[in-house]
């Protein structure tokens, strides 16, 4: 499975970003998906998953509960991840992810930086 993600910018504090990723390969909508982040002098955290085929379950990372959500659409084989309210400290690469299982990924894109202002 090969990653493409977009939609990473520059937006003020308050604002909103929608990122993509466009999955190639084997049947994506069979994996997991989601978006873990990487903050400057930071690890790798958890953003948000949602499970395969219908997508009926998603989970999110406590920091950004109330502002993210996560979709998917199989017919496009995309994932999306809207950001509402973003704040300076949800400056980040984001990365999305794919796997057989929620939170444990099998195949990484790469990432699409994110930058608020504040």
């Known amino acids: 499975v090969q990653l493409q993600a977009s939609g990473g910018g520059l937006v003020q504090a308050g604002g909103s970003l929608r990122l993509s990723c466009v999955a190639s390969?084997?049947?994506?909508?069979?994996?997991?998906m989601g978006w873990f982040r990487q903050a400057p002098g930071k690890e790798r955290e958890f953003v948000a998953v949602?499970?395969?085929?219908?997508?009926?379950?998603?989970d999110y990372a406590d920091s950004v509960k109330g502002r993210f959500t996560i979709s998917r659409d199989n017919a496009k084989n995309t994932v999306y991840l809207q950001m509402n309210s973003l704040k300076p400290e949800d400056t980040a690469v984001y990365y999305c992810?794919?796997?057989?299982?929620?939170?444990?990924?099998?195949?990484w894109g790469q990432g699409t930086l994110v930058t608020v202002s504040s």
């Open positions: 992810v794919a796997g057989s299982r929620m939170y444990i990924p099998d195949y």
């Open positions: 390969g084997r049947t994506s909508s069979s994996y997991a």
């Open positions: 949602i499970s395969s085929w219908s997508g009926g379950v998603t």
